[in-house]
Protein backbone atom coordinates (compact mmCIF):
# COMPACT_ATOMS: atom_id res chain seq x y z
CA UNK A 1 0.00 0.00 0.00
CA UNK A 2 2.65 2.41 1.11
CA UNK A 3 5.01 1.56 -2.36
CA UNK A 4 1.72 1.85 -4.23
CA UNK A 5 0.93 5.48 -2.85
CA UNK A 6 4.51 6.50 -3.46
CA UNK A 7 4.29 5.33 -6.93
CA UNK A 8 0.60 7.61 -7.00
CA UNK A 9 2.70 10.71 -5.74
CA UNK A 10 6.12 9.98 -7.49
CA UNK A 11 3.38 10.28 -10.97
CA UNK A 12 1.42 13.28 -9.45
CA UNK A 13 1.85 17.18 -10.87
CA UNK A 14 3.76 18.88 -7.88
CA UNK A 15 1.43 21.51 -8.38
CA UNK A 16 -1.29 20.05 -6.95
CA UNK A 17 0.35 18.40 -4.33
CA UNK A 18 0.20 21.98 -1.88
CA UNK A 19 -3.25 22.12 -2.00
CA UNK A 20 -3.86 18.58 -0.99
CA UNK A 21 -0.91 18.00 1.76
CA UNK A 22 -3.42 17.70 5.03
CA UNK A 23 -4.35 14.64 6.47
CA UNK A 24 -7.78 15.67 6.66
CA UNK A 25 -8.10 15.49 3.20
CA UNK A 26 -6.97 11.66 3.00
CA UNK A 27 -8.71 10.69 5.94
CA UNK A 28 -12.18 12.06 4.33
CA UNK A 29 -11.29 9.71 1.26
CA UNK A 30 -11.16 6.65 2.97
CA UNK A 31 -7.37 6.71 2.57
CA UNK A 32 -5.70 6.12 6.07
CA UNK A 33 -2.40 8.46 5.09
CA UNK A 34 -1.16 11.02 3.74
CA UNK A 35 1.10 9.99 0.75
CA UNK A 36 2.05 13.74 0.43
CA UNK A 37 3.49 13.52 3.86
CA UNK A 38 5.38 9.99 3.15
CA UNK A 39 6.69 10.45 -0.18
CA UNK A 40 9.57 8.11 0.59
CA UNK A 41 9.77 4.91 3.06
CA UNK A 42 12.37 7.31 4.93
CA UNK A 43 10.15 9.74 5.68
CA UNK A 44 7.81 7.42 7.24
CA UNK A 45 10.10 5.17 9.36
CA UNK A 46 11.34 8.27 10.60
CA UNK A 47 8.05 10.04 11.21
CA UNK A 48 7.12 6.53 13.27
CA UNK A 49 10.27 6.87 15.28
CA UNK A 50 9.66 10.25 16.24
CA UNK A 51 6.07 9.78 16.94
CA UNK A 52 7.44 6.79 19.54
CA UNK A 53 10.33 8.76 21.02
CA UNK A 54 7.83 11.81 21.76
CA UNK A 55 5.61 8.87 23.39
CA UNK A 56 8.02 7.58 25.23
CA UNK A 57 10.87 9.53 25.78
CA UNK A 58 14.70 7.91 25.45
CA UNK A 59 14.90 4.33 26.44
CA UNK A 60 18.43 4.56 27.63
CA UNK A 61 19.51 0.99 25.86
CA UNK A 62 21.26 -1.12 26.54
CA UNK A 63 21.53 -0.83 30.36
CA UNK A 64 24.94 -2.39 31.22
CA UNK A 65 27.98 -0.86 33.31
CA UNK A 66 30.76 -2.89 30.85
CA UNK A 67 30.51 -4.14 26.75
CA UNK A 68 30.43 -7.64 28.26
CA UNK A 69 27.76 -7.25 30.61
CA UNK A 70 25.67 -6.27 27.41
CA UNK A 71 27.16 -9.32 25.27
CA UNK A 72 26.03 -11.25 28.48
CA UNK A 73 22.61 -9.78 28.59
CA UNK A 74 22.23 -10.25 25.10
CA UNK A 75 22.38 -14.11 25.42
CA UNK A 76 20.72 -14.24 28.88
CA UNK A 77 17.60 -13.02 27.57
CA UNK A 78 16.81 -15.11 24.85
CA UNK A 79 13.21 -16.04 25.49
CA UNK A 80 13.62 -14.98 29.15
CA UNK A 81 12.33 -11.51 30.65
CA UNK A 82 14.63 -8.47 31.73
CA UNK A 83 13.53 -8.91 34.56
CA UNK A 84 14.90 -12.29 35.15
CA UNK A 85 18.36 -11.47 33.16
CA UNK A 86 18.82 -8.61 36.12
CA UNK A 87 18.36 -11.13 38.56
CA UNK A 88 21.25 -13.37 37.09
CA UNK A 89 23.88 -10.41 36.20
CA UNK A 90 23.91 -9.54 39.50
CA UNK A 91 24.61 -13.00 40.28
CA UNK A 92 27.04 -12.90 38.07
CA UNK A 93 28.51 -9.52 39.36
CA UNK A 94 28.60 -10.65 43.07
CA UNK A 95 30.19 -13.63 42.60
CA UNK A 96 32.79 -11.82 40.54
CA UNK A 97 32.16 -14.01 37.37
CA UNK A 98 31.71 -11.18 35.22
CA UNK A 99 34.44 -11.74 33.00
CA UNK A 100 35.63 -13.81 29.65
CA UNK A 101 38.52 -15.36 31.34
CA UNK A 102 35.89 -16.02 34.71
CA UNK A 103 33.20 -17.75 33.29
CA UNK A 104 35.49 -19.54 30.49
CA UNK A 105 36.93 -20.98 33.91
CA UNK A 106 33.80 -21.44 36.41
CA UNK A 107 32.64 -25.09 36.59
CA UNK A 108 29.80 -25.38 34.23
CA UNK A 109 27.30 -26.47 37.14
CA UNK A 110 27.95 -22.94 38.97
CA UNK A 111 27.58 -21.02 35.93
CA UNK A 112 24.23 -23.02 35.05
CA UNK A 113 23.21 -22.10 38.84
CA UNK A 114 24.25 -18.52 38.75
CA UNK A 115 21.97 -17.85 35.86
CA UNK A 116 19.33 -20.30 36.74
CA UNK A 117 16.51 -17.23 36.78
CA UNK A 118 16.80 -17.17 32.73
CA UNK A 119 16.04 -20.47 31.83
CA UNK A 120 17.71 -22.67 29.47
CA UNK A 121 20.53 -22.19 32.09
CA UNK A 122 22.30 -25.32 30.93
CA UNK A 123 22.22 -24.30 27.65
CA UNK A 124 23.05 -20.70 28.33
CA UNK A 125 25.71 -21.36 30.35
CA UNK A 126 27.52 -23.11 27.39
CA UNK A 127 26.52 -20.54 25.24
CA UNK A 128 28.50 -17.70 27.88
CA UNK A 129 31.34 -20.34 27.32
CA UNK A 130 31.43 -20.26 24.16
CA UNK A 131 31.74 -16.62 23.03
CA UNK A 132 34.21 -16.28 26.11
CA UNK A 133 36.76 -19.23 24.28
CA UNK A 134 35.98 -16.60 20.94
CA UNK A 135 36.55 -13.30 22.60
CA UNK A 136 40.00 -15.31 23.69
CA UNK A 137 41.01 -17.01 20.66
CA UNK A 138 40.43 -14.09 18.05
CA UNK A 139 40.46 -11.06 20.48
CA UNK A 140 43.36 -11.96 22.95
CA UNK A 141 40.16 -10.91 25.47
CA UNK A 142 40.13 -7.23 24.63
CA UNK A 143 36.72 -6.40 23.12
CA UNK A 144 38.31 -3.50 22.11
CA UNK A 145 39.77 -5.31 19.52
CA UNK A 146 36.83 -6.37 17.88
CA UNK A 147 35.52 -2.94 17.26
CA UNK A 148 38.14 -2.44 14.89
CA UNK A 149 36.98 -5.59 12.94
CA UNK A 150 34.51 -4.88 9.58
CA UNK A 151 31.43 -4.91 10.50
CA UNK A 152 30.53 -8.08 7.81
CA UNK A 153 33.43 -10.59 9.01
CA UNK A 154 32.75 -9.95 12.96
CA UNK A 155 28.66 -10.80 12.26
CA UNK A 156 30.18 -13.53 10.57
CA UNK A 157 32.53 -14.66 13.43
CA UNK A 158 30.16 -14.28 15.69
CA UNK A 159 27.24 -16.35 13.85
CA UNK A 160 29.95 -18.63 14.24
CA UNK A 161 29.80 -19.20 18.27
CA UNK A 162 27.45 -21.35 19.67
CA UNK A 163 23.89 -20.41 20.72
CA UNK A 164 24.34 -16.88 18.33
CA UNK A 165 21.64 -16.09 16.13
CA UNK A 166 21.01 -13.32 14.04
CA UNK A 167 19.03 -11.49 16.83
CA UNK A 168 21.87 -12.07 19.48
CA UNK A 169 24.50 -11.14 16.92
CA UNK A 170 23.05 -7.95 16.05
CA UNK A 171 22.23 -7.32 19.66
CA UNK A 172 25.89 -7.64 20.41
CA UNK A 173 27.46 -5.84 17.39
CA UNK A 174 24.58 -2.46 17.93
CA UNK A 175 24.67 -2.41 21.39
CA UNK A 176 28.36 -3.49 22.49
CA UNK A 177 30.28 -2.93 19.64
CA UNK A 178 28.13 0.15 18.33
CA UNK A 179 27.65 -1.36 14.31
CA UNK A 180 25.41 0.03 12.12
CA UNK A 181 23.05 -3.24 12.20
CA UNK A 182 19.44 -3.19 12.77
CA UNK A 183 18.04 -5.71 15.22
CA UNK A 184 14.80 -7.70 14.20
CA UNK A 185 12.75 -9.39 17.24
CA UNK A 186 9.77 -10.39 16.87
CA UNK A 187 8.01 -7.45 18.29
CA UNK A 188 9.54 -5.51 15.21
CA UNK A 189 8.16 -7.92 12.88
CA UNK A 190 4.99 -7.82 14.54
CA UNK A 191 5.18 -3.85 13.90
CA UNK A 192 5.87 -4.13 10.77
CA UNK A 193 3.47 -6.58 9.57
CA UNK A 194 0.69 -4.55 11.24
CA UNK A 195 1.74 -1.25 9.49
CA UNK A 196 1.88 -3.17 5.83
CA UNK A 197 5.50 -2.56 5.26
CA UNK A 198 6.20 -6.49 5.33
CA UNK A 199 9.07 -6.87 2.73
CA UNK A 200 8.16 -9.48 0.19
CA UNK A 201 10.13 -12.63 1.14
CA UNK A 202 9.99 -12.77 5.18
CA UNK A 203 13.82 -13.38 6.46
CA UNK A 204 15.85 -11.61 8.84
CA UNK A 205 18.02 -9.79 6.59
CA UNK A 206 14.62 -8.15 4.28
CA UNK A 207 13.39 -6.98 7.48
CA UNK A 208 16.70 -5.42 8.31
CA UNK A 209 17.04 -4.12 5.43
CA UNK A 210 13.66 -1.89 5.75
CA UNK A 211 15.49 0.09 8.25
CA UNK A 212 19.18 0.45 6.64
CA UNK A 213 18.72 0.89 3.77
CA UNK A 214 15.92 4.09 4.24
CA UNK A 215 17.24 5.31 7.65
CA UNK A 216 20.53 7.64 7.96
CA UNK A 217 23.08 5.56 9.24
CA UNK A 218 23.07 6.52 12.48
CA UNK A 219 24.05 4.24 14.82
CA UNK A 220 22.39 5.78 18.19
CA UNK A 221 18.67 6.12 16.10
CA UNK A 222 19.04 2.60 15.56
CA UNK A 223 19.82 2.03 18.86
CA UNK A 224 16.89 4.15 20.17
CA UNK A 225 14.56 2.89 17.45
CA UNK A 226 14.69 -0.70 18.42
CA UNK A 227 14.42 0.14 22.22
CA UNK A 228 11.62 1.90 21.01
CA UNK A 229 10.06 -0.44 19.13
CA UNK A 230 10.31 -3.35 22.16
CA UNK A 231 8.41 -0.30 24.39
CA UNK A 232 6.38 0.24 21.95
CA UNK A 233 5.41 -3.35 21.85
CA UNK A 234 4.93 -4.68 25.41
CA UNK A 235 3.21 -1.40 26.08
CA UNK A 236 0.61 -0.68 22.81
CA UNK A 237 0.98 -2.93 19.90
CA UNK A 238 0.69 -6.43 22.17
CA UNK A 239 -0.48 -9.49 20.84
CA UNK A 240 -4.01 -7.71 21.23
CA UNK A 241 -2.92 -3.97 20.42
CA UNK A 242 -4.46 -1.08 21.91
CA UNK A 243 -4.97 0.85 19.06
CA UNK A 244 -6.69 3.45 20.39
CA UNK A 245 -4.05 4.84 22.52
CA UNK A 246 -1.52 4.35 19.83
CA UNK A 247 0.80 7.09 18.90
CA UNK A 248 0.85 6.08 16.00
CA UNK A 249 -2.60 4.92 15.26
CA UNK A 250 -3.43 7.13 12.18
CA UNK A 251 -0.50 5.93 9.95
CA UNK A 252 -1.33 2.14 11.06
CA UNK A 253 -3.60 0.26 8.26
CA UNK A 254 -4.07 -2.23 11.24
CA UNK A 255 -5.31 0.71 13.60
CA UNK A 256 -7.84 1.68 11.00
CA UNK A 257 -9.37 -1.60 10.31
CA UNK A 258 -7.59 -1.20 6.71
CA UNK A 259 -6.23 -4.82 6.91
CA UNK A 260 -6.68 -7.36 9.52
CA UNK A 261 -4.14 -8.84 12.21
S1 LIG B 1 -2.49 1.20 15.58
FE1 LIG B 1 -2.67 -0.76 16.65
S2 LIG B 1 -1.76 -2.30 15.28
FE2 LIG B 1 -1.08 -0.26 14.59
S3 LIG B 1 0.89 0.09 15.60
FE3 LIG B 1 -0.69 0.99 16.89
S4 LIG B 1 -1.23 -0.61 18.38
FE4 LIG B 1 -0.14 -1.60 16.67
Redesign the pocket.
Known sequence: MINQLCVLVNNTLPNILTKISDDNWYHQRGLYINPIKYYTMSSLLLDIYHKMLDAYGPQYWWPAESKFEMMVGAILTQSASWRNVEIAISNLKSSNSLSPYKIRNIPDKELARLIYSTGYYNAKALKLKSLSQYIKSQFDDDINNMKHVELEKLRKGLLGVYGIGEETADDILLYALEKPVFVIDSYTKR?ID??DLSPEENNYSNYSALFTENLPDDIKLFQEYHALIVR?AKE???KN???KS????QI?????GIIN?
Request: one cysteine or more; proline letters at 10%; glycine letters at 4%.
Open positions: LRLHTCKPICCCISCPTGNM
